[in-house]
């Protein structure tokens, strides 16, 4: 089988210069290295963004008058002193009353200019993120207008990317409101489109349709988490080793070690309880990764991971609102999301990492196995940031590689050759020739440009997710909202005229018993209308 480079997929091709993510969720919980925070000429700031730029004695927001002198010349200011880090204050609402889209889009332009000169380099990650809300449609008072800045938004990062040398930083637009999102994704397609060749894989096209449908599962290990800052497993051991009193231990090179030998060792020195409390201090994180926000933008009916940290759930958890069922401790309820997490939980006081722990662990592999190939048979499994080497995931998947040939061997009931035998896809960040050629018994693998680096190759692999979520987004929940009206085309605008018409003349206001009624109305209000006609702006 032919090996498959991630960096020849044309989506990732695109965006290997500079990419503008757009996800929704809590901005406040996405890992960046430069936060950009709304504010107006004279510094004035809303109080929930006080988590990015500090409190006053009063414990409100603290406001940037300091600032206010640079805002108003040049449409933005550095904020000194920030617990979010770097933080660019963005005026969005200008100095008088009567905003406009094209005034703030040029401050933003200047904005990120200011960021260019600055020169950031990222600790974790290959490119630096630049983090910022959908402008200007909060208290600026251009909500009647988000279209308008949608297109405008694009238009400014998109001509700020081309006229800047490629490698600089990446930016990823952040909204709460589930309309804005699937406009977003819209929007984008038709950027897209406009560049693209046509031409997207197979394998490609098969994950596309899952995610649209439903049917896709994503499986994700501790490259996932890599770009929070959270010691890889060789780090990870020295800390350990460091925080125990055995110098007999400490004179030892755990790293050669298989990691399930070298955790064994830790646990018989330092206890089962230690070694719990230690990880649970060394991977605690109050935000979650780039990769976590992609994956939950994808709203798998089932989420699996190997990892022991919450990044997933945070991420998941500011999209819906509602917890995240982790299985197996909370059962399966039948809410979404769910993550499987097959190694344990650090709140939950369950690790699996010993020779013991595995051990204990064998009477729950059945059931695991089961639930992992009930993705593989009747949906996709798509694997990214991890090396597939778990021991559960790798039987399951050569079961279900065996299933297959069995039930198309010659004799069998079927014995023509099987449309796709492959359990999922793999994509892989690091170079293993071998560890290729054994997956490729089971999954579909695509490989990393790894002659870049592992973290270019995690970040194509964060292109790649945000890609999909884009495609796969079928949501116009936008379509009717007259606030959106602008990113629509001049054929979808009059027919997004003739139903809100529909809508205003009556047609959801028949007899409640009605079930063309009931059906009509929420089919407009699926796309926008909120039952009292068409919103102005």
């Not at 997207?200 to 501790?222: C, K, Q, S």
């Not at 290729?436 to 490989?447: A, K, W």
């Amino acid at each position: 089988m032919p090996n498959v480079n991630l960096r020849d997929v044309e989506p990732v091709r695109l965006g290997r210069d500079r990419h503008c993510f757009a996800l929704q969720g809590d901005l406040g919980l996405l890992d960046a290295d430069v936060y950009l925070v709304p504010t107006d000429s004279y510094g004035s700031v809303e109080d929930h963004w006080k988590w990015a730029v500090g409190v006053d004695e009063r414990g409100q927001a603290r406001q940037l008058r300091d600032e206010a002198a640079l805002l108003a010349a040049g449409g933005c200011a550095w904020v000194d002193g920030a617990p979010a880090g770097l933080v660019l204050a963005l005026d969005v609402a200008g100095s008088t009353t009567e905003n406009d889209v094209a005034s703030m889009i040029r401050r933003l332009s200047a904005a990120l200019q200011s960021i260019e000169s600055r020169g950031l380099v990222s600790e974790f990650r290959a490119r630096p993120l630049v983090a910022m809300p959908l402008i200007g449609v909060g208290a600026a008072g251009l909500s009647g207008r988000t279209g308008e800045v949608i297109s405008a938004l694009l238009g400014a990062v998109g001509d700020h990317f081309d006229r800047s040398p490629a490698g600089g930083f990446d930016i990823a637009i952040v909204t709460r409101d589930s309309s804005s999102i699937a406009a977003l994704h819209h929007a984008r397609r038709g950027r897209f489109l406009a560049v693209e060749s046509g031409s997207t894989p197979e394998w490609l096209d098969r994950i596309v349709t899952a995610a649209r449908n439903g049917e896709l599962a994503v499986m994700f290990g501790a490259g996932a988490s890599a770009s929070l800052g959270l010691p890889m497993w060789n780090e990870l051991l020295a800390q350990l080793v460091e925080s125990l009193d055995d110098p007999a231990l400490g004179e030892m090179d755990l790293t050669g070690l298989d990691p399930i030998d070298a955790a064994t060792l830790l646990i018989e020195a330092g206890g089962a309880d230690w070694f719990a409390a230690e990880l649970t201090h060394l991977l605690a994180t109050p935000r979650h990764s780039l990769t976590h926000g992609l994956i939950a933008n994808l709203r798998c009916p089932l989420t699996i991971t190997t990892n022991y940290d919450q990044g997933f759930e945070l991420a998941a958890e500011s999209i819906t609102g509602v917890p995240v069922a982790v299985l197996p401790w909370d059962g399966d309820s039948g809410r979404e999301p769910r993550i499987l997490k097959l190694h344990g939980d650090l709140t939950r006081g369950q690790l699996v990492l010993s020779r013991d722990q595995f051990v204990a662990m064998h009477a729950f592999r059945r059931p695991l196995a089961g639930v992992l190939q009930s993705r593989m048979l009747i949906g996709q499994l798509l694997a990214v940031g991890t090396s597939m080497s778990d021991a559960t995931l790798v039987h399951a998947a050569e079961e279900f590689r065996a299933l297959i040939e069995q039930a198309h061997r010659p004799g069998a009931a079927s014995d023509s050759p099987p449309e796709r035998a492959e359990a999922g896809t793999v994509v892989l960040t690091a170079s293993d020739p071998a560890r290729v050629r054994l997956l490729q018994r089971s999954f579909e693998v695509i490989e990393g440009d790894t002659r870049l680096g592992v973290r270019e190759s995690a970040r194509d692999v964060d292109v790649l997710l945000d890609w999909v979520a884009m495609q796969s987004s079928s949501g116009l929940s936008f379509a009717l909202d007259s606030r959106y009206r602008a990113i629509l085309s001049p054929a979808d605008q009059s027919l997004a005229e003739t139903l809100s018409a529909l809508a205003g003349a009556g047609a959801m206001k028949g007899s409640p018993e009605s079930e063309l009624s009931q059906s009509l109305g929420a089919y407009l209000r699926s796309l926008g209308i909120d039952g009292r006609g068409p919103r102005r702006p």
